[in-house]
């Protein structure tokens, strides 16, 4: 009897022995095998060369992670500009440092931009991450508007944000006058004054501190030069919500229903301006997604606010054919046109649309 009893402790404190023995190499597995071993502090590399910087993540037993490019105007191509984590921070070894990488002053080529309209230049400006420059115009027999030359021309090399400056065509029509000075005139007066101009009257609403209610506070273009016919006169105004100021810019909502499920097709929503330039504003791509099938089904609608000068076409476009059309004007209610139809002179698509 004694004899088991002594064997039954002994087995006991071989099996507590175990136990201690493995849950402390299942703690060494967990603390250094998963969790990535002993800690390190991160060093500092900013402002490294990558190669450099991989080096020295190396040497602390860190490794070099994502890297980002970005352009920057005084630190050198492929050199770091920020680090993730931070210099100093303690990690367990092997961990991966993400950087953001320079790609210098990130020279780029301008866009070709002739024989577009001003909007549509403008919008290929800002998607090739340039920003219009100053704007010049000349007689020419091509639509008011146009672009014919540019600086720098196309191709040309341009820093990321640099300026791009546009020649325009001032059309065959000539200036019919001087601009007369509205500057604090009752916006109640001025659709008079404009009147023999046959100007297109658009008012922007400002919050100046102190400034007077409802009289002109500035305009465009200024006093003493010269305006061209249906030209477009805006001016600022600070309201005081008891009188309606003359305006030609308007905003409407349209609403299209789809009649089929519609999420595996190219749809895009233009507006064509009076002038017949011509702009994306909205647009889904073909998607199959759960969430997409659940979403884009027959009977939804797309609802779209459109803001517009006098008059607009908005055309509802489902892989690149036009479905619909609804006219706007003057701020009434859209009138359907049907498919296909248009009801303003129609400017060459932009090649490269702003879809939001």
Do not use: C
């Amino acid at each position: 009897m004694l004899r088991f009893v002594a064997w039954s402790i002994q087995w006991s404190v071989a099996l507590v022995v175990f136990v201690l023995v493995m849950a402390g190499a299942g703690y060494y597995v967990f603390m250094y095998a998963i969790e990535g071993g002993q800690h390190v502090a991160v060093p500092n590399i900013i402002e490294m060369a990558v190669t450099d910087a991989a080096a020295r993540l190396g040497e602390s037993g860190l490794e070099m992670g994502r890297q980002t490019p970005v352009p920057h105007p005084t630190i050198p191509k492929y050199y770091v500009i920020s680090q993730r984590p931070a210099a100093g921070k303690v990690v367990r070894a092997g961990r991966r440092i993400d950087t953001v990488v320079s790609m210098g002053l990130d020279f780029l080529k301008a866009p070709d931009l002739r024989n577009m309209t001003l909007e549509d230049a403008r919008r290929a400006v800002t998607q090739a991450r340039f920003r219009l420059g100053s704007l010049a115009r000349i007689p020419s027999s091509a639509a008011r508007d146009t672009v014919l030359g540019q600086d720098p021309p196309p191709g040309g090399e341009l820093a990321s944000q640099g300026d791009i400056h546009l020649l325009l065509s001032a059309g065959t029509q000539r200036a019919s006058d001087m601009m007369p000075d509205l500057r604090g005139m009752k916006i109640t007066d001025i659709a008079a004054v404009m009147a023999p101009y046959g100007a297109t009257l658009v008012a922007n609403e400002t919050d100046i501190p102190d400034a007077p209610l409802d009289v002109v506070l500035g305009q465009n273009p200024l006093p003493e030069t010269l305006i061209y016919p249906n030209q477009v006169v805006t001016y600022d105004y600070k309201p005081s919500r008891q009188t309606e100021a003359p305006t030609q810019r308007f905003q409407a909502d349209v609403r299209h229903q789809m009649p089929y499920d519609w999420y595996g097709r190219d749809v895009r929503v233009d507006v064509v301006d009076r002038s017949g330039a011509r702009q994306t504003v909205w647009r889904k791509p073909p998607s199959f997604d759960d969430e997409s099938r659940s979403t884009y089904v027959a009977g939804t609608a797309i609802r779209m606010p459109v803001t517009y000068i006098d008059e607009a076409v908005v055309e509802i476009n489902v892989d690149n054919k036009v479905e619909a059309s609804y006219r706007l004007k003057a701020g009434g209610a859209p009138q359907v046109l049907g498919a296909g139809a248009a009801a303003l002179p129609q400017a060459p698509p932009s090649t490269s649309p702003s879809p939001l």
